[in-house]
């Protein structure tokens, strides 16, 4: 390790290099949550939906300067490039160097502010520690209003994690794998209680300053934005059902604002992991994603979705068109009766599109025309519904036709080299990790969560 | 029926709504109306073409009405529709707003998205509202010799007044410019003060080739970090040019 060990004083840009390379993996990038206006004198402010400043050439959001502090790492995670044992070159910031990183980035919009994660330099304490001090300093020494994420490191102790709390809008803290067996098996210095109980701790904390701030208004805000999460697929051999099982107790149990999902990519060549021939599951994690959004907008559950007897998704059909083709008995749907919910279950209506046509159907009766111009996406939709009691054409519902219709490759899997090109085609349409997206489809919904 | 009457305006906001309450004095009969905020080579027969002197008191008494009896939803909508850069825009905004006033509750107008006219104006506001945003992310500042921020942009719609208070929330306490060169007008924001919008001549804007090395610096630096950022097992540029139009890119640092 001391051999790739970049000598300190290196130059920043090199540093720079290292360790957002370093931190590239990490799937969330979004600044959505938090709405705070300029102080008048500082520097920025936060706006609710987030703001997009860039996207790198893998097509993914840049919002903050995502980097690691160190990626002097003393842990052994079996699929992490930054593993211990791992012979790479290493380096850590100093807090200057990140606040001037920072200050400068967002002077000049590049950036809505920073994403701090890292790897375990000498014990977590010590590394949050380190992370505090540059948040602290950014706060407090530049005035900076921007958002801030910190990626949380399990073992750390609690007191450090409440005070990181009060100066980050979002904290995170990595559940790494959907099944606690792969935990063990691909992390060895970690174990689902210690990611468990800072995740409680900032949801406990969470709760309590709103209802302070309830009562004070000037109360300190604690992760205003929430808490999200992420894990790894792909990896530790489990089931859609088992993943989206999880995620929806996070939603459920812990009030997770976002859970993500990562695409398994291979750095580290080990007994332990599987090889992936095909590339990383990229069209399974869009799947996942897409049902993601089912559970926190659309009013399904998982087990509405997935069953122990089908316990993972067609992936030709996107999981909406999955439950559909399974329900066929509930349609078709008269657009002008229909209630809300079931409007928001059939393929092709969104959200927004939802809300419009409950909105425009108490001044007259709506046509498919307008429900075009809606925004309803029809050579989806028009298989499902009735306008005064009229279909568009001639339904058929049958779960072989349909599916052929619905597919969104045309009725046929992908092969592996194309697997690509078709995600590429289709990823805009459904629920990603943008707060580009979260701006699409507004921003109602989470106020459940 | 009526012979049809074409109102040509200015396409402000204050040139439309002057139309909107002249188009309303003429009775023409509103179904009669249409306005014109540019030049078009051909007239139609059998049309009056009426020449609308912008007034800031006729369009003033336009938008209280509208702010009145349609309340501010809808009025940021409309106002929003005018800075669109579709021709169409004026006569979609003059005949939501007859809608509106039609209604016992006109705060509920842009619910009738049965109404083409509302449903245009719903969906020209969310254009110029869409690329309001990307610009809110997509606009680079670069420091010039003595401190002042300057951004070039080239939107298609007349985006500067929707996103310059964004930035002067942001950024209270820099002088900043951000000069739309298609349109040869800048928000200027002295620091601590006020943004206002003022006339710029393509190319007679500050010279952003003087940024000294120390500028050069910090745009090698973020460069660096967008190339490093991005994983190349998934490099995908169909959806890098879905998500961030190549229009945009011109004036990009990392680009």
Redesign the interface.
Known sequence: MADGRIAVGAA??EK??IL??A???DVACTSSGTAR??N??????C?A?G?????????????L??VLYTNECIYHCKYCVNRADNDIPRASFTPEELCR?TM??Y????IEGLFLSSGVLRNPTYTMELIFETVRRLREDCGFQGYIHVKAIPGAAPDIIERIGYLADRMSINLEFPTAEGLRRLAPNKSRALILTPMRQIQNRSIACREELARYRHAPQFVPAGQSTQMIIGASGETDLQIMSVAQRLYDNFGLKRVFYSAY?QVNEDRALPALPG??P?LREHRLYQADWLLRFYGFRAEELLSQERPDFDIRLDPKANWALRHLEQFPVEVNRAPYEMLLRVPGIGVKSAR?IV??R???A?DFE?LK??GVVLRRACWFLLCRGKPLQPLRLEEGFLADILAETGGRVPPAGEE??F???T??EAGLT?P?ME?LYGTEGRAVL | MGQKAVLCCEESQEGIFTAVYDGWAGRYGHENVRLQVREEEDRELFSSYINVRTDAGKARKVSDTVRRRMGGRAYLDIARAALSWEADKGTAIYHTIVRGLSMADGFRVMQVLTDPYVCRVSALARAVAREADHLMGFARFSQLPGGVLYARIRPRNRVLPAIAPHFQDRLPGENWVIHDEGREEAAVHPAGGSWFLTDMEAGRGPDADRAGDAEREIEELWRGFCRSIALQERENPRLQAQMLPKRFRKYMTEF
Do not use: W
């Open positions: 920043l840009s720079l290099r957002a390379d931190a590239k993996y206006r300029g008048g004198s500082g520097l920025g402010n706006v939906a703001i997009c400043h860039s996207f790198s050439g893998d097509g993914r959001c840049i919002s300067l995502k990183l400068e980035f002077r000049r919009n590049y990519m590339g990383p990229l419009r909105q425009a108490r001044y007259g709506v307008t111009r809606m690509r090109a995600h590429q085609m990823l805009f943008l580009e701006v």
